[in-house]
């Protein structure tokens, strides 16, 4: 369980209230296509509304690298936001975040009054966690809170930096629910307990796999990094993604699982394909016998089969990390079985962000699963059993 303080713990009626929120919605031509992450604040905005605290929100959007970028401009989600919360949401446009216009509007607001201010990636000191703008961020409030789950796995000024500078410094309920559970997924799980990992490469979820081996019943792997491993073991991969670097790896992933008496699975069989589109030709091969010319795109059905038995029994899984190359429908049917199997299933159901929500999402499975995480990166970086220093910074119980 969580042990920091949280917006329960605190009186904010009268005080300036900072909420680093996780805004970074996908955006095209300025309107908002998947409002996940605003939703998904509502009810740390709206206890604090009720309590009559001065909401000033900041979040980052996209990557302006330090300089205003008008298509990633904040001004969208303050309009949206305010259809959601049914109260005006003051957007502080303000090329430098915390500038004249931020500080007026901070200035002239009530008890239950809300701000927004400008995407705070428009200064390059944020995302090298500059003392600076940490100070000027923190010299709007008396309070901050820090519900920004999506980059909880990043030192930021607007995140971390600006914790130094602010007494009272504590979790919003979207952070606490995200790390509730997760945490109580992997560190007190319902057994048999079954992760799934998918995605393009081994290196990036080398301690993904390492710490899950160390906590789960089974561990199932699909996607590019299912290659790997196949061609660790002696088998043929064609054109597939493969790190060789990692097969020693992949071989000693094996052995550990061995050990620990993990049930490791991987695919039995490939859909492969003879280019990396859509209507490319394709072929249902064993693993480990993917013609030269030909590529791993997705696991085949034989595989998808093993994969949903495994998941039948399961009283808690954890996915992160789509089967195939899901964003093209002819390569995507691994990745829905997943997640028709896991809606299918009693057991809890933890989506770990990014491809495989999406994935759930578009299926319209969403509303299945036990929770589907707002954060892949720091989902990710949690499930390896890292310490997350957006959390770590806010204070104690
Ligand atoms: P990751 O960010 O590591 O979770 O990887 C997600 C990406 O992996 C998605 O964009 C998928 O298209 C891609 N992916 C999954 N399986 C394969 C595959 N067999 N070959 C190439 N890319 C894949």
New binding site residues.
Partial sequence: MLNKKTIDDINVKGKRVLVRCDFNVPLIDGKITDETRLTAELPTLQKLINDGGRLILCSHMGKPKGEPVPTLSLAPVAKRLSELLGKEVVFAADREVVGENAKAAVAAMKDGDVVLLENTRYRVEETKNGEEFAKELASLCDVFVNDAFGTAHRAHASNVGVTKYVDTCVVGYLMEKEINFLGNAVDHPKRPFVAIL????VS?KLSVIENLLDKVDTLIIG??MSYTFSFAQGGKVGK??LEKDFAEYALKMIKKAEEKGVNFLLPVDTLAADDFSNDANTMIVKAGEIPDDYE??DIGPETMKVYADALKDAKTIVWN??M????MPNFAKGTESIAEAMAASDAITIIGG??SAAAVNQMGFGDKMTHISTGGGASLEFLEGKELPGVAAADDK
């Fill in positions: 998918g995605g393009a490469k990036s996607g590019g597939s993604l791993g795109v990390g789509p195939g190359v899901f964003e990014g491809d």
